[in-house]
């Protein structure tokens, strides 16, 4: 009980104390998600209520792995939620880089998010090198893909690497995925929401 306690407060003290602006606040109608510790790149992307699905991109640098979310709803209970992550290539050259995102991508599992307390849940990371995972190509796909959606001087720069993951290519997750599943307390009617927050990479 102490614990818990000591993590409500913590939640709390994230949420009022800490920083407003390190905070993404998502609002479906009769549910808001409040992710903790992650702020996105352009606030009024989320200033709007949204049906069942949202995509947004996170600030530069920021990170959904091992954020705290709260749920706030009067409409809904048996709340779960569910995480996977998309990995892409992305080609640096010092400040400047080249990101593969429409192109292959490696697409995790479904990953139950751990719950805290009902509503408030603190999201896995991702170890064992799962984010680094990608489909197995040949170098020359990916110069031909960086030459076409960079340019060529960006298929110059990696015409010399033996694997995608020599410098200066990498591969890092491109995008998180949240999948939100509740039930309305009268009706029993589950629903379900999606969040897709779309990564800066090569940061």
């Not at 209520?49 to 706030?72: H, P, Q, R, W, Y």
């Not at 408030?120 to 984010?131: A, L």
Request: charged content about 25%.
């Amino acid at each position: 009980m102490r614990q818990l306690t000591i993590l409500l407060t913590l939640i709390t003290y994230w949420t009022t104390v800490y920083s407003q602006d390190s905070v993404s606040v998502i609002k479906f109608k009769d549910i808001t998600v409040e992710i903790i510790s992650l702020a996105p790149i352009d606030k009024n992307e989320l200033k709007t209520v949204f049906t069942d699905k949202v995509e947004f991109t996170a600030d530069l640098g920021e990170t959904l792995e091992s954020s705290v979310i709260a749920i706030k709803t009067e409409k809904y209970e048996d709340i779960e939620i569910h995480q996977a992550i998309e990995t892409s290539v992305t080609i640096m050259n010092e400040g400047s880089h080249c990101d593969l995102t429409n192109w292959k991508h490696y697409t995790s599992d479904w990953r139950k998010v751990k719950t805290l307390t009902s509503n408030t849940f603190q999201v896995n990371s991702y170890q064992n090198g799962e984010s680094k995972q990608f489909p197995k190509v040949s170098i020359q796909k990916v110069i031909d893909a960086a030459q076409e959606q960079c340019g060529e001087e960006w298929a110059k720069y990696i015409k010399d690497i033996k694997s995608i993951y020599d410098y200066p290519c990498d591969i890092g997750v491109s995008r998180y995925f949240l999948k939100i599943k509740a039930m309305d307390k009268v009706s029993g009617e589950k629903i379900e929401k999606t969040i897709v927050i779309l990564i800066p990479m090569g940061c």
